[in-house]
């Protein structure tokens, strides 16, 4: 009897220490999927905080060169100067228009409904929604979180899209030169924006597509 109660508490002890229950695998587990899921979180936030820093610090260098070029020509540019692709058209102000980080599309420039305009605004999509700069709805479409302007730029026409040469605008209010022919153009909602550059808010397109460098070419 001894020997028989001896051996069960053995035995007892023996499978005590073969491993872990089913119970105790399933909360290791449970901690080490929310462990992930939180590092990946953070990392996800850091990646979204490194892009819109970089988007925020690239539209103003746009700003700025494209303010250099107001002083010298007395009008703010056209958006086939503005488009990143291939990006030479701010020089000597600035060596290379930058594209979005992650779509590698342009930054969405508008300006006054002039061919000489007098002002501009250039909007990105910033990621992180707690970014203090953030502000949703801005610009054409609404889809816009960020915004750069000349000082001058007219107020109160950003959020909701606003209307027509208020920097504002809807996704059919666009057009491209195609086949030297200034044609309303589509709206790609990955991008957001036009489905190609440069792109104009004139049905004329301020009668640049006489140019074959004007032609609107694809921004992906």
């Known amino acids: 009897m001894y020997f028989l109660q001896k051996y069960n508490l053995k035995t007892i002890k023996k499978k005590q220490t ?24 953070s ?26 070029y107001e002083k010298d020509n007395n009008c703010y540019p056209l958006p086939s100067l503005v488009t990143c692709n291939p990006g030479i058209g701010l020089r000597p102000y600035l060596d290379k ?38 502000t949703a709805g801005l610009g054409p479409g609404a889809v816009y979180s960020y915004v750069y302007t000349s000082p001058n730029a007219p107020d109160g ?20 030169c195609v086949g030297g022919t ?3 153009i589509g709206w790609d909602a990955n991008r957001p924006g036009p489905v190609c550059d440069p792109n104009f808010q004139n049905s004329s397109c301020y009668g640049m597509c006489s140019n074959p460098a004007n032609e609107c070419m694809s921004w992906n």
């Open 18 to 41: 073969l491993g872990m229950t089913l119970t105790e695998v399933m909360i290791v587990s449970l901690v080490i999927v929310t462990l992930i899921i939180i590092a990946l979180s």
């Open 157 to 176: 026409s950003d959020v909701g899209g606003g209307g027509g040469g208020g920097g504002g605008g809807t996704p059919s209010d666009f057009y491209g």
């Open 43 to 68: 990392l996800r936030t850091q990646i979204f905080k490194s892009a819109d820093a970089r988007r925020k610090a690239e539209t103003r260098r746009i700003g700025i060169a494209v303010e250099e």
């Open 97 to 134: 228009v930058p594209c979005d980080p992650e779509t590698n599309a342009s930054y969405m420039y508008v300006h006054e409904d002039n061919s000489c305009p007098k002002w501009y605004k250039i909007y990105s999509s910033l990621q992180n929604e707690n970014d203090p700069d953030f």
């Open 182 to 184: 200034c044609v309303p």
